[in-house]
């Protein structure tokens, strides 16, 4: 069950990061929105995180946290705002998915 309230935190993370990027795009009163949105992402990315390493070894669930957080930023850069696609970025997106399942493996 942690690991699925671990995988949800990376997501809101992936969210955070999303609407500091979109708060940046913003003008006027939706500024406030995105730096809201921002805000609650943020903390209850945070409280899911915690949640999860009552069970998860801290170093796992970090790596696995950010990680998701790392690989879902990207995919939103390129989908929303329009970041650049060439195959060493996806190289190396690859390669950290493939870290993410490898730590997930070996972990009990």
Do not use: Q
């Not at 913003?26 to 992402?41: C, E, R």
């Not at 390493?53 to 696995?64: D, H």
């Amino acid at each position: 069950m942690n690991w699925i309230i671990l995988i949800i935190a990376g997501l809101f993370e992936v969210s955070f990061a999303t609407c500091l990027g979109k708060a940046k795009e913003a003008t006027g009163t939706d500024v406030y929105l995105w730096y809201t949105s921002f805000f609650v992402s943020l903390t209850i990315s945070m409280l899911l995180l915690i949640k999860a390493t009552e069970t998860l070894p801290i170093g796992t669930a970090y790596a696995v946290w950010t990680g998701i957080g790392a690989v879902g930023t990207v995919l939103m850069g390129i989908l929303i705002f329009k970041e650049p696609v060439d195959f060493w970025r996806l190289f190396f997106l690859f390669t950290l998915v493939s870290s993410i399942i490898g730590l997930k493996a070996v972990s009990h």
